[in-house]
């Protein structure tokens, strides 16, 4: 008995790609396609037909992020923009990391470049979730925030998997992030 395989479209693959790239949540591709969530997911586990995977579905996401279609499949877009736009407003934070504010947020950005650099993007914007806070907060890190944010990361990265020299080292490297500063 031979089994049939349909092999992914190019759409399917580039789709993947951006959906990848952008770190765009599986919750919503429900929006791109316009199916149920179980299909969605299907499709994403590779379950589900690739070979329904067409340019109308990179042209709905394109649309989603407000986006020229071929940059999309071509590659050529700006992705910190279709970021920001995917993720909302990225300089919202949850109130109790603005109750007080003491600090910088530059005093965690060092924490934030190691753990992508050891662990990459997509560990680090998953990271960022569980504390429900975007990535690109860190694009303005002048933000004055409370230190319950920094003690909340360094607490994520030990459920994490970070070890406790790792942590120490991190923790204690907040000092030289305060250099020219009124603290």
Known sequence: MIFETSRPTPEALRLREVITELGLPLRRLQEVFSWSLEDCLAWWAQSKDEHKI????????????????????SGFYDRRLARQRI??????????????????????????????????QL???????TLNVSPLIYDDTNKVINLVYFADLLEALSKSGFSQHEL?????????????TPL
Do not use: C, W
């Not at 560990?123 to 979730?129: K, N, Q, S, V, Y």
């Not at 120490?168 to 020219?180: E, G, K, Y």
């Open 54 to 73: 067409n340019f109308q579905h990179i042209t709905r996401l394109a649309q989603i992020l407000s986006l020229n279609a071929d940059d999309l499949y």
């Open 87 to 120: 993720l909302g407003d990225y300089q919202s934070l949850p109130a109790r990391y603005l109750d007080k504010p003491n600090s910088y947020l530059r005093t965690s950005e060092h924490i934030f470049k190691y753990v992508v650099l050891t662990r990459g």
């Open 168 to 180: 120490d080292t991190l923790a204690s490297v907040i000092f030289l992030s305060l250099q020219d």
């Open 123 to 129: 560990f680090a914007d998953r990271l960022m979730a």
